[in-house]
């Protein structure tokens, strides 16, 4: 289920500093280091047009990963929810996408984080309703964290379970206390919780998953729902908040449709015939081959690359450590010598892929190759917990001579197999007790299959017994949840400051708790000890420095085969959209920003 996006500064008009000031006061916004790009009386975000247009309709696709959905409830654990149902909540605050951790007033018109930062109060905009007429008051917003911090998804759990209690002041005040030292950014986690209405969830049992479209106060409401197949949105046009600042020039779609398909090739057919107004293409052999179509030559489908300068974060094959045959490390490191990327890039990639070394790749956090001396110097404080190369150069993916099969990576590899105890007897790896060494690659679509099954012949040339097993989307989630597989592919994406969410990716604690993102089950007290300085970091220098020894370490454990990255993003869409002229750094933005153009929509012809 994707982390999320200064220096000290005293009381500057329309800030507050989350990491140390003695003259913090009610703020417009809330941002980890420093100064808000946006003062009190901004009329709008930079990145959007105040002028858009309302009207019209978008069909993409619902997919993000998942080809399925059965439940209308994205904050459990149970089922699999549709996409985009953010779009029915409203939070207290909101991001800005031009800024790394900015975020602003919606349902709060101010947060006042206390001298001490161990409690943040929020005063409530009294218009604020939900999509019933009732109105939204500090017993909604109590009545979330409780129903979150009981009920909720294991990894909402996991961001706030040093948020000690929350109470109504008042109607229209919120008061949270804190615990602990890693607090500062659980004032911008809580103000982007969704809230939920109180009444509603004591009418309707919120652990439990549903199609019936929940009550919400955000910008659109359900209107059509089929499980499984599509579920589409209407915007509000009595939605209370479409006159603030921070939703001017938002939210023009009139109707917003997802569709799921079963495969990519489907969803691809179906921009083709002008069912889908838009697609992102993850496949760059697609990009790069599929795209010479009638409507793509004549210009009526635009090919669109928009920069990306998020941390591009962690992508690769992670191998789970719950299994007793992967908890050696070489036995990892010699699976990383298996995979050739080099091969893989310029025969299924067309060369439009970088390898991925770090899991804060494309950002300041990615630990480089010699180490700084205030990296050494935080290091040493741990160096009891880490592995001893950890203080050599940064460990770096290997680099193949493109073959595909590699003789010295798997010479190497086939070394590091028997130091680990994996024998080989008639040409299978085995252990002492005649136990197999398997990896079964677990997969949902079968497009990526032409790129593990390369894997697998060179794991197999080793002598693993390795296979690929293809399940239905359903199926695939579930053993995800409960951590029954051997590997799979996954990407964490990294918020440009990161903080407590490395405890869900990285954190022992989590390596045992149901539907969290530690597929690898690592369990690391150097790990823990490096999140929690990396999440009390004071500035943006510390926090950097903290990420890059953190990096260091979870790349000496090889707990993954890292993939590759992109700084950008494909999208191929029917010429009927408008689009504001700067995009935000952090975000493509196109259900926050885009409309339609009434002139373009009118004159298109879809067909193929």
């Known amino acids: 289920m994707n982390g999320l996006l200064k220096t000290t500064i005293g009381a500057l008009t329309g800030c507050i500093l989350l990491s140390g000031s ?30 858009a247009p309302k009207g019209g309709k978008l069909t ?63 005063k409530l905009r009294p218009q604020a309703k939900f999509s019933d007429g009732t109105a939204l008051t500090a017993a909604d917003v109590v009545g979330t964290f409780r129903l979150l911090k009981d009920k909720g998804h294991e990894r909402i759990k996991i961001d706030i379970r040093d948020v000690v209690s929350a109470k109504a002041i008042d109607p229209l005040t919120v008061k949270y206390r804190f615990k602990g030292k890693n607090v500062r950014d659980l004032p911008m986690i809580i103000a982007l919780l969704p809230v939920l209405s109180k009444a509603y969830y004591t009418k309707n049992d919120f652990s439990k998953t549903s199609l019936k479209p929940p009550l919400g106060s955000g910008p659109y409401k359900v209107v059509d729902v089929k499980q499984g197949q599509h579920i589409t949105y209407e915007l509000r046009a009595d939605y209370w908040a479409k006159g603030l600042p921070v939703n001017v020039g938002r939210h023009n779609f009139s109707i917003i449709k997802l569709l799921y398909f079963r495969d990519r090739t489907s969803e691809f057919e179906a921009l083709k015939s002008g069912l889908l107004d838009l697609r992102e293409e993850f496949t760059s052999k697609s990009w790069a ?26 992508q690769g094959f992670f191998l789970n450590m719950r299994r007793k045959i992967y908890q050696d490390v070489r036995t990892r490191k010699a699976f990383g010598l298996a995979f050739d990327f080099e091969w893989t890039n310029k025969n299924l990639f067309f060369n439009q892929y970088k390898r991925t070394q770090s899991f804060f790749e494309n ?85 990526f299959e032409r790129i593990i099954s390369p894997f697998v012949r060179n794991l197999k040339l080793l002598g693993v017994d390795a296979k690929i ?140």
């Open 22 to 51: 003695a003259f913090a006061q009610p703020s417009h916004g809330l941002s980890a280091f420093g100064e808000l790009k946006y003062k009190k009386d901004f009329t709008h975000f930079d990145y959007t047009n105040p002028n």
């Open 60 to 122: 993409t696709v619902g997919t993000e990963g998942r080809t399925t959905f059965d439940s209308l409830n994205a904050y459990i654990l149970k089922g699999e929810s549709a996409q985009k149902l953010e779009l029915l909540f409203d939070s207290l605050m909101v991001r800005a996408f031009d800024e790394p951790d900015a975020i602003y007033g919606l349902v709060a018109q101010s947060a006042d984080v206390a001298d001490d930062k161990m409690s943040v109060t929020f």
């Open 289 to 314: 081959t599929a795209y010479d179509f009638k409507a793509v030559n004549d210009g009526r489908v635009k090919k669109l690359v928009l920069p990306d300068a998020n941390a591009s974060g962690a």
């Open 363 to 447: 950002s300041d956090m990615k630990a480089l190759k010699k180490m700084p001396p205030k990296e050494r110097e935080l290091l040493k404080t741990i160096a009891d917990k880490v592995r001893p190369e950890v203080f050599g150069d940064a460990v770096l993916p290997p680099v193949s001579d493109g073959s595909g099969q590699d003789r010295k990576n798997l010479r190497l590899a086939s070394q590091l197999l028997t130091q680990a105890g994996w024998e080989l007897r008639n040409g299978k790896r085995v252990s002492e007790k005649n136990q197999p060494l398997t990896a079964e690659f677990l997969i949902y679509s079968p497009s």
């Open 469 to 608: 097993r293809y399940v239905e989307a359903a199926q695939y989630q579930q053993r995800l949840k409960n951590f029954d597989f051997d590997i799979v592919s996954q990407r964490y994406t990294m918020n440009q400051t990161p903080g407590v969410e490395l405890r869900g990716f990285f954190g022992s604690k989590s390596a045992d708790a149901r539907g969290t993102f530690n597929l690898s089950g690592l369990k690391n007290p150097a790990v823990d000890k490096l999140i929690d300085i990396l999440t009390q970091a004071k500035s943006r220098d510390a926090l950097n420095v903290a990420a890059r020894a953190l990096d260091r370490v979870l790349r000496a454990e090889y707990i993954w085969v890292p993939h590759w990255y992109k700084a950008s993003h494909n999208i191929a869409h029917w010429d009927k959209f408008g689009r504001p002229a700067t995009k935000p750094k952090f975000n493509r933005a196109v259900f926050d920003t885009w409309w339609i153009d009434a002139e373009k929509a009118k004159a298109l012809n879809t067909s193929p």
